[in-house]
């Protein structure tokens, strides 16, 4: 996977947000940790607040029961008649949150109460009371509903004074009683407690009593009333916020179930406040971190770097005298800057031998050349001279003063490239160029950029030149009609395929014996370019067909694109 390009700009932001990463992670493991520890703390403080409301609760109740206890053993309570009615009328004007006081024999038949309804003194309200009475002198019952309002059943024993058992006392404390000491009681903004009976049945709440008092608690709560062990949990309780629940069951001996909740959003704000504060404090320290990143990057890091850039553009643009001029130290920058100039002042020194060895290499191809046509006029001055009283014809003369002559021209094409080697085309065009005529060319060439080493760049112009030499003579180039054309290809196995066709010429017919000049041909070019020559003399003119080695080139090059037909793929020279 290739790497994102990133700017020096960017990888120092990146590295220093790298850099911040453990930072934030012990950030976050602390915010973690006293998250941890303050639910852990609220739920304590939550199961340590119902406690106390049981307490609380059961400190009430425990006056209710000794009020109760206290009128049982009244004298005169027991006995119906006036003088026990008017004791429980005046003790109904001194507790008014007492709704109900009912004394009854042991088969809870009503003897004297504070109301003669029949509603309020059927036997039935008091069953589950007495049934509880059987083992204990003081008993708490459930939710009921009495003429004055809904209230909490309760009782306890009245015995004789030899101590067996004579009946019951049964009260009744109203709720809204119950709601207003709940009232009176300090409360942390959202908290709630709620009490209930045995059965679930919400007899005091707090806040919101004139919605829930009276309401049975959902089925999916009820093991927390009925269950033996207080506890803890987080609900969302049904009047909005979440809270933090510690509860008591209505199984402890109390009777009933004390719940008090902690609102989650108030008990974590403090958290929550010293999470915002790190969050903050974390993201201007992460920013300042940035920008001071940025600064010094580029003070100390970008600008060197922009320093050694600059120099390297500068030499490169043709400023060689350019350097970064840092001074040798043991910083990484200044050492990479020496490297650079030493670098640079290397290869300045090396461009400097470089063009003194070209120039002094030109000069010596020059004086080559002109020792070469000083050489090659003094050979056919020679000849001249040595053949003028000989018998030697005209024409075998001409010959060899013209293969003087190609050799000089196709020597200096390679000396005026300065080079080795030579494009085929440029020596096909030497050898060829003094039989074309100008106004009307008669030789055409086709065929891709191929580079001859020198030796076989002489050889094939000297072959070009005896069969220019021979169509002149013989073939095409002797009459006004006729023409050449050449054609030539590299092949995938990197041999050079070369064709040479006349057209338009006089018929001709092969000859009886090979001459000089096909000689001369096959010979130097089997020899120099290590090819293969083939004649074909077709009834409309001669077909020369040569295949030279891969030796004949100057380096391994591509083959040109496409099957080669060097006869189809001439064309006309403009």
Not at 83 to 101: E, G, H, I, K, T
Request: hydrophobic fraction near 45%.
């Amino acid at each position: 996977m290739k790497a994102p390009s990133l700017s020096l700009s960017h990888r120092l932001l990146l590295l220093t947000a790298v850099a911040l990463l453990p930072a934030l992670a012990i950030l976050g493991f602390n915010e973690f940790s006293l998250r941890k520890a303050r639910e852990a703390e609220v739920h304590a403080q939550a199961l340590r607040m119902s406690e106390q409301a049981s307490l609380e609760l059961e400190r009430i109740l425990a006056g209710a029961a000794a009020l109760m206890i206290a009128v049982a053993n009244a004298p005169g309570v027991g006995e119906s008649g006036d003088n026990c009615r008017a004791y429980m009328d005046r003790l109904s004007a001194l507790l008014p949150q007492v709704s109900l006081l009912n004394i009854t024999d042991l088969d809870g038949q009503s003897v004297c109460a504070t109301s003669g309804r029949p509603e309020d003194l059927r036997p039935a309200l008091s069953a589950p009371v007495r049934a509880a009475l059987a083992d204990k002198m003081f008993a708490v019952g459930e939710y009921t509903l009495v003429t004055a309002g809904p209230a909490l059943l309760m009782g306890t024993q009245r015995t004789a004074a030899d101590g067996s058992l004579q009946g019951f006392v049964i009260a009744t404390i109203g709720l809204d009683y119950l709601g207003s000491v709940l009232k009176e009681r300090p409360f942390a903004q959202g908290s709630a407690i709620t009490i209930a009976d045995r059965n679930g049945i919400i007899i005091a709440r707090e806040p919101l009593p004139e919605r829930f008092v009276g309401m049975k608690v959902p089925d999916e709560y009820m093991s927390r009333i009925t269950g033996l062990a207080a506890g803890t949990m987080q609900i969302m309780s049904p009047d909005g916020p979440e809270r933090i629940v510690g509860y008591q069951p209505a199984t402890r001996p109390l009777g009933l179930y004390v719940s008090t909740g902690i609102p989650v959003l108030e008990a974590m704000a403090p958290i929550n406040e010293a999470t915002l504060r790190g969050v903050l404090l974390a993201g201007i320290g992460g920013v300042l971190a940035m920008l001071l990143a940025l600064i010094i990057g580029r003070r100390f890091i970008r600008r060197p770097v922009l320093r050694l850039l600059s120099t390297i553009h500068a030499w490169r643009a043709g400023n060689h005298t350019a350097r970064t001029g840092m001074l040798p130290g043991r910083a990484e920058f200044h050492q990479v800057g020496q490297a650079i100039d030493n670098l640079l002042d290397e290869l300045d020194r090396r461009q400097t031998a470089q063009l003194e060895a070209e120039q002094h290499r030109d000069l010596l191809a020059r004086e080559l050349d002109h020792r070469i046509k000083n050489l090659l006029a003094t050979v056919q001055a020679v000849a001249r001279q040595s053949f003028r009283d000989a018998q030697t014809a005209e024409t075998a003369l001409q010959a060899f003063y013209g293969r003087l002559a190609v050799m000089a021209d196709a020597h200096k094409l390679l000396t005026a490239q300065q080079n080795e080697s030579a494009d085929i085309e440029a020596v096909i065009r030497t050898a060829i160029d003094p039989f074309s005529g100008s106004e009307h060319p008669r030789l055409g060439l086709s065929g891709p950029s191929v580079q001859l080493h020198a030796k076989a760049a002489l050889s094939l112009a000297m072959a070009l030149h005896e069969l220019c030499t021979n169509a002149t003579k013989y073939g095409a180039l002797s009459s006004e009609t006729g023409r050449v054309d050449i054609g030539w290809a590299l092949t995938d196995d990197h041999k050079i395929l070369m064709t040479w066709r006349e057209s338009g010429g006089p018929p001709i017919n092969p000859p009886e014996t090979r001459g000089f000049g096909s000689r001369m041909i096959e010979r130097a070019l089997a020899a120099d370019l290590g090819a293969t020559v083939m004649f074909d003399y077709a009834p409309d003119g001669l077909i020369c067909t040569i295949v030279a080695a891969e030796t004949a080139l100057a380096d391994r090059q591509q083959p040109s694109a496409g099957p080669f037909e060097p006869v189809r793929a001439a064309v006309r020279r403009p």
